[in-house]
C-alpha cells in the first residue's frame, strides 16, 4: 500500500462544476504540499499546508491532520484547470523527505 | 531571481552512453533532490543533498552518480544510459516549500 493515496485517479468536469481532489497518507507528516504539473509542463507548487485550510482565488486546500487526510477545491472550474494534481507530505520518518502520490488528472470541458 | 533553472528540456540518447543532467538553484537552499517520473507511479527519489559535500540515495538509484561542489549545483549523471531510464526527470530545491526545475525529458534507445 502507498502511503499517499490520492483519488480519484481521472477527473472530468464541465466548466463551472465544484472539483474535491482527496489525498490520504498513512505516515507522520510535518506538512502536505499540492502541486500542479500542465502536459508536458514542469511542477508547480499550489499550497504547502499544515493544519487548517488555505484559500487562493479559487482554489482551497484542507487538512486534517487526526484523519491523515486532506482536499483540494477547485471553485468554478476552468479549462485552464486542467492538469494533473500531485499531493505530496513531508515525511518526518525518513531523510528522503517528500513522498509523492500518483496524481490526479483532471480535465475540465466547456 | 531564475529559482531552479534544470537543462536539457529534452534527450534522446543511445544505449551505453552517458550524459548529464543539469540543476542550479540560486535560493541558497541546502537539500536539493533529484526525482523520476513515469507513467502509473508517483515521483521516485533517485538521490538527494543535504547541502555542499554531502549526497545520499533514494528510492531508486542504481545507474545514477551524483555530486554537490557547491550549494547552487546538483548534477545527475547517467553513467550508461538503459532503456528502463527513459522518464520525466525533475530537479528540486528545498522541501518545505519546494521548488522544481522544468523538467527533462529522456529517451533512450
Known amino acids: 500500500k502507498n502511503e499517499v493515496e490520492q483519488s480519484p485517479q481521472n477527473l472530468t468536469a464541465q466548466e463551472g462544476e465544484f472539483i474535491t481532489i482527496n489525498c490520504s497518507y498513512s505516515?507522520?507528516?510535518?506538512?502536505l504540499h499540492w502541486l500542479q504539473q500542465h502536459p508536458g509542463g514542469g511542477i508547480v507548487s499550489l499550497f504547502m499546508?499544515?493544519?487548517g485550510k488555505k484559500k487562493h482565488g479559487r482554489l482551497i486546500a484542507t487538512i486534517n491532520i487526526q484523519e491523515k487526510h486532506s482536499s483540494l477545491h477547485i471553485t468554478a472550474s476552468h479549462p485552464r484547470d486542467s492538469a494533473v494534481y500531485i499531493c505530496?507530505?513531508?515525511?518526518?520518518?525518513?531523510?528522503?523527505?517528500?513522498?509523492f502520490g500518483t496524481g490526479t488528472r483532471l480535465q475540465v470541458t466547456l | 531571481n531564475a529559482g531552479v533553472t534544470q537543462t536539457p528540456k529534452f534527450q534522446v540518447l543511445k544505449t551505453g552512453q552517458s550524459m548529464t543532467l543539469q540543476c542550479a538553484q540560486d535560493?541558497?537552499?541546502?537539500?536539493m533532490s533529484w526525482y523520476r517520473q513515469d507513467p502509473g507511479m508517483g515521483l521516485r527519489l533517485i538521490h538527494y543533498?543535504?547541502?555542499?559535500?554531502?549526497?545520499d540515495q533514494g528510492e531508486v538509484p542504481n545507474g545514477y552518480n551524483v555530486s554537490r561542489s557547491t550549494t547552487e549545483d546538483f548534477p545527475l549523471r547517467l553513467l550508461s544510459a538503459a532503456p528502463s531510464q527513459t522518464s520525466v526527470y525533475f530537479c528540486?530545491?528545498?522541501?518545505?516549500?519546494?521548488?522544481f526545475g522544468q523538467g527533462t525529458r529522456l529517451t533512450v534507445v
Open positions: 528540486a530545491s528545498s522541501y518545505r516549500p519546494a521548488f
Open positions: 505516515v507522520g507528516i510535518s506538512a
Open positions: 499546508l499544515s493544519s
Open positions: 505530496a507530505v513531508v515525511n518526518t520518518g525518513t531523510a528522503s523527505k517528500l513522498t
Open positions: 535560493m541558497n537552499h541546502e537539500y
Open positions: 543533498s543535504v547541502g555542499a559535500g554531502i549526497t
